[in-house]
């Protein structure tokens, strides 16, 4: 995908800049990589998103990212947005008369390979391979659950895929989404100043990332490993490339078996 050029309106970051102010009415354009988010808390975005690197992104137009209210979508005098389970149970469901007509909004302009994604602990797994797929589709919409889920006619209907960040319990998937789409967004060409930073971090290649030094050559009697004081490049990748290894035997013992069975 071709970095946006300075023709599609680019803007300079100002540290003043609040970030709600990031998501202002701007144009969807074609050939960047947007991200539609469905949420009761559309006032969380962008969050961490407006940040560092995907925060000047998001504001130079390299990537973009939209909101849409699912209150907005309530039923009745209260907007209601959820109700009791059927058959009984704690907590509420929210409603598919609801959330059916936010995704429809969401996916109005989508083109292309555009995926719809649920933060749910009952999902795949969200991991690195998941990251550098989305970042090729042309943009993805996320819904953010609450409460004890989202009426499984939806998932059906409109063919979403689950995804977790891990085995545990969030009270909603904003938090979440915001991790997933920084995942994703660093990936995007332009975003990362230094794209050999994509390629050798951790688990690009299917290893935890080796160890990082810098100045001062010697801390609290702890100096820097002499090979990477060296200047011989050859020697110093191969000890990167051994202690990659190591790392992720001793710590991610299901990693190495994956990355030992490729070999």
């Not at 009745?76 to 469901?93: L, S, W």
């Not at 749910?120 to 990251?131: L, N």
């Not at 020697?235 to 710590?251: G, H, M, N, P, V």
């Amino acid at each position: 995908m071709n970095t946006p050029s300075r023709s599609h309106g680019r803007q300079t970051v100002r540290p003043a800049l609040k970030p709600r102010a990031l998501m202002q009415d701007t144009p969807d354009y074609a050939d960047v990589w947007r991200a539609e988010i469905a949420t009761l808390f559309p006032e969380l975005f962008p969050g961490v998103l407006g940040a560092s690197l995907t925060g000047r992104a998001l504001q130079e137009g390299t990537w973009q990212l939209n909101t849409h209210d699912l209150r907005g979508y309530g039923v009745g005098k209260h907007r209601n947005v959820d109700d009791t389970p059927a058959g009984g149970g704690a907590g509420m469901v929210m409603r598919a008369d609801v959330v059916g007509p936010a995704i429809e909004a969401a996916m109005a302009s989508a083109s292309g390979r555009w995926p719809i994604l649920y933060m749910s602990p009952r999902g795949r797994r969200f991991d690195q391979a998941m990251a550098q797929d989305l970042a090729t589709c042309s943009g993805v919409t996320i819904l953010c659950g609450r409460f004890e889920g989202v009426d499984e006619r939806v998932m059906e209907h409109y063919g979403i895929t689950e995804v977790s960040l891990g085995d545990f319990v969030m009270t909603g998937g904003e938090l979440a989404a915001q991790a997933m789409i920084d995942a994703t967004v660093r990936l995007l060409p332009g975003v990362l100043g230094n794209a050999d930073s994509v390629v050798e971090e951790s688990h690009s290649s299917g290893l935890l990332e080796h160890p990082q030094y810098t100045r001062p050559a010697d801390w609290k009697d702890r100096p820097i490993p002499p090979v990477l004081m060296s200047g011989n490049h050859g020697e110093i990748a191969k000890w990167r490339q051994a202690q990659s290894e190591t790392l992720t035997e001793q710590r991610r013992p299901d990693m190495w078996a994956k990355y030992t069975s490729k070999k």
